[in-house]
């Protein structure tokens, strides 16, 4: 236990606390939180210390200012902030705002890579310990069960038995995709294959694989016979059915920019418009999500394309971070791309400017990784997606000059997912990023003003 802190003390206040919330169980607190039991069991008994990102969550949870826990630990008492959840008022997991717990999940990462730091530096294992510990804070706070939030999730099911889960409207891609995977799990309980779909319908075997991998919408005639050939009754069943048919055939924003979209990259816009966490690593350039109009207007005028079309494609496809309920963007960006030299000292420090005003929103973490941390094999840039609904796995998405690669399956994805892990321990921490940017900011001003003072001079 550390010295001079009561953790006793902490776990008093915290079981008081949850009580006054309505939290009646610590099970409650756990699923709040997205910490385990036993770990919870742990703080509220007081038998040993937490980590930075434990007690940032629940503090989170339970309406406190954050440090309010070491306030605790050191005799004092907690701020509270959240005084309108009281006591006659249950606090239930799709309350918690999704923003909250990511600035909480940073604050454990940070943490999480000091530690890192200290590791490489010393291999010592009671550190790696305490690490192993934070990051899965972290893991329990980015990737909490979706069906906690109330989102749209299709679980496995008994045609006859068993109704689909509460639904809501949501992406027409995310509604073609969940309906092809429930499709398909129909046509398996009833113990059919698609050549024997084909012989009981109007549809080609290939229509049939078409549907079942997301890539194609059926008319309401087509889904209905296929709902016969499975033999499903359930009145239900099928309305829900056809109601997720019906907003998959709904265009996106996209659409219009179709005549010059690549196919391969129409694919991506649509996935990543309803993707919940977004992981980016960028290594020549700035990300997409994350250019100004004159940054990007600099990067895809040197392609020889149809430039104001594309940028104003690219300024749309940022919408989507600032709407409720956005994506949470966690973005790599080597140092080299920011220094390479994109449309001039003015449009840089612009960019860089808004990079800083970027990462202070709830739902991006911004991480620089310095130009002497990179390891030689590390040169692509890549992005991971996840998504809410559990019928779709996590996705790698690799673009290449003329192509994309796409990869789900979780021996391809895994490679990827510790990748990025392994990139975000060599980056700046979110904080030491921020004052990265600042200093280089103040470096592209001073290259501006001086390149403005030369062409004024040379008038």
Not at 52 to 79: C, F, K, M, Y
Not at 102 to 113: F, T
Not at 192 to 218: D, W
Not at 249 to 274: D, N, V
Request: with cysteine.
């Amino acid at each position: 236990m550390s010295a001079g802190k009561d953790w006793k003390r902490l776990a008093d206040r915290v079981v008081s606390r949850r009580e006054e919330l309505s939290l009646h169980t610590r099970q409650d607190l756990a699923d709040a939180t997205g910490l385990s039991y036993r770990l919870l069991g742990d703080l509220e008994r007081g038998v040993r210390g937490m980590s930075e990102g434990t007690l940032a969550l629940v503090e989170q949870a339970l309406g406190w200012s954050p440090g309010s826990a070491h306030r605790i630990l050191n005799g004092g008492d907690p701020l509270v902030i959240r005084e309108s959840v009281t006591k006659g008022h249950p606090v239930r997991p799709s309350e918690w705002n999704d923003s909250r717990k990511l600035g909480s999940a940073v604050r454990a990462m940070a943490d999480a890579y000091k530690l890192a730091a200290e590791i490489s530096e010393a291999g010592d294992g009671a550190t790696g310990d305490r690490l192993l510990e934070i990051l899965g804070d972290i893991a329990q706070s980015l990737t909490v069960n979706s069906a906690t939030r109330g989102e749209f999730s299709i679980e496995s099911f008994h045609p006859d038995t068993q109704p689909i889960a509460a639904y809501r409207e949501v992406h027409p891609t995310i509604s073609t995709m969940v309906l092809g995977r429930n499709m398909r799990r129909l046509r398996e309980t009833a113990g059919m294959t698609p050549e024997q779909v084909s012989a009981r319908t109007f549809l080609t075997t290939y229509s049939i694989h078409l549907l079942e991998l997301g890539k194609a919408v059926f008319s309401s005639d087509s889904l209905s016979d296929l709902l016969n050939a499975y033999k499903l009754n359930d009145p239900g069943l099928r309305q829900e059915l056809f109601r997720i048919a019906e907003d998959a055939s709904h265009p996106g924003w996209w659409a219009r920019y179709t005549e010059i979209m690549p196919a391969w990259f129409k694919s991506y816009i649509s996935l990543e418009q309803c993707a919940r966490i977004i992981r980016t690593h960028e290594a020549q350039f700035v990300p997409g999500l994350l250019q100004t109009a004159a940054y990007a207007r600099a990067v895809i005028g040197t392609l020889g394309l149809d430039t104001e079309r594309r940028v104003e494609m690219r300024i749309e496809r940022q919408k989507m971070l600032s709407v409720k309920n956005a994506p949470k963007l966690w973005a790599v960006i080597d140092e080299s791309a920011l220094r390479r030299q994109v449309g001039g000292p003015e449009v840089l420090r612009g960019q860089i400017e808004h990079l800083i005003e970027a990462a202070k929103m709830d739902n991006i973490v911004i991480q620089i990784l310095p130009t002497k941390r990179v390891a030689n094999e590390i040169a692509e840039s890549f992005s991971l997606l996840r998504f809410n609904e559990k019928e779709l796995p996590d996705l790698v998405y690799i673009e290449q000059l003329t192509s994309a690669l796409y990869m789900e399956g979780k021996r391809d994805v895994q490679p990827y997912t510790a990748l990025m892990d392994r990139l975000c321990v060599m980056s700046y921490t979110p904080e030491q990023s921020t004052n990265f940017l600042y200093q280089l900011r103040d470096q592209y001003s001073g290259l501006a003003a001086a390149s403005s003072g030369t062409i004024k001079k040379g008038a």
